[in-house]
């Protein structure tokens, strides 16, 4: 179960921040900019409709299961790091510093999405508010491969690439 010398595991790790920092808050990055550039129109119209359906959706699923989802999300972490890095193994470890900036993603996203139901958010707001929220979110993304990639290093300097 090596994990940090494994091709694929670095192709989930790029993928995941690149999914995660494209669809803001379930929303495509690339329909933002187009109703940003149209000012005015149908595109306009779609993509405040699509943040009002998630950010719906988020809320809706924070307010009747947050409480039992975050201590369910909280129990998996905490197994995680008992498993991976208190008993030494490699998966575990891994599948942590995936979890571990998701989680704090989904906790910005629930806090954003809170912000624009509040103030009602549309047009030039929204978009600035959900681009914050992008480039918050890109940060993590960084700070996670920055993290992962120096304990992926360390533990294949310390094993050795044969395992050995």
């Not at 933002?32 to 993509?47: L, M």
């Not at 600035?128 to 491969?145: C, D, E, P």
Request: glycine fraction near 8%; aromatic fraction near 14%; proline fraction near 1%.
């Amino acid at each position: 179960m090596r994990s940090f010398s494994n091709l694929w595991f670095w192709i989930a790790l790029a993928v995941m921040w690149s999914s995660t920092s494209h669809w803001v808050l379930g929303v495509p990055w690339d329909m933002a900019q187009r109703a940003r550039k149209e000012e005015n129109g149908q595109g306009v119209i779609d993509f405040e409709d699509l943040v009002r359906i998630y950010t719906n959706r988020i809320l809706y699923i924070a307010d009747t299961s947050g409480l039992l989802l975050a201590g369910f999300i909280c129990f998996i972490l905490t197994v995680l790091v008992l498993l991976g890095f208190v008993y030494g193994q490699e998966f575990a470890q891994a599948v942590f510093l995936l979890g571990f900036p998701l989680s704090i993603v989904a906790l910005m996203s629930v806090a954003t999405a809170r912000r624009i139901q509040d103030e009602s958010l549309r047009g030039e707001a929204l978009y600035k508010r959900l681009y914050r929220h992008r480039m918050l979110t890109q940060f993590v993304g960084i700070a996670s491969i920055f993290v992962t990639a120096m304990w992926g290093m360390l533990q294949n300097m310390s094993v050795g690439v044969l395992g050995g």
